[in-house]
Structure formats: structure tokens, C-alpha cells
């Protein structure tokens, strides 16, 4: 079993990226912390069938790779003092 944890957060030592390491703390994972990599989503055009415009970005590096694991864990931040 190959175990991926995701870390969306833009902090790597953050509270998510803690939840993530001691969630997972006894398990064999890789982790990945989005804000290594280069994702230009703004020029996405997957959906229109015409390909990637913009190749700069690890996106397709990254698919190669996430499609290796067999378990996803996705971290994402909540920021709930932000709003009021």
C-alpha cells in the first residue's frame, strides 16, 4: 500500500500539515505540499477538449506520479477568523 498525503495548505509547518504528519504518523507516505509545485490552473482547458496551453506547470508531472497511490490523503486549511 503506497499512501500520498496532500498538504494544500500555504503553510508546510502549519496546523494542516501537523494534522496530516500525525494522522499518518505511523504509516508510510509521501507528502506533498502544493506550494512546491507550479499550478496554473487559470489556462486549464481539459474540459474544451483542445490541449494544455500552458505546459510551465508540474501539472502533468504530478498526475503521472498521484496516479501511483493507492490512498489519497488531502489537507486543506480552514480559515474560519477571516469572515465577519
Not at 1 to 24: C, D, H, W, Y
Amino acid at each position: 500500500m503506497t499512501v500520498l498525503f496532500i498538504n494544500g495548505s500555504p503553510r508546510k509547518t502549519g496546523n494542516t500539515a501537523a494534522l496530516g504528519e500525525r494522522l499518518l504518523h505511523q504509516v508510510p507516505h509521501t507528502t506533498w505540499h502544493l506550494t512546491d509545485y507550479a499550478l496554473h490552473f487559470e489556462h486549464d482547458q481539459r474540459e474544451t477538449g483542445r490541449p494544455q496551453q500552458d505546459l510551465t506547470d508540474d501539472y502533468e508531472q504530478l498526475m503521472t506520479q498521484f496516479a501511483t497511490f493507492d490512498d489519497i490523503v488531502l489537507g486543506t486549511p480552514v480559515y474560519w477568523y477571516g469572515t465577519g
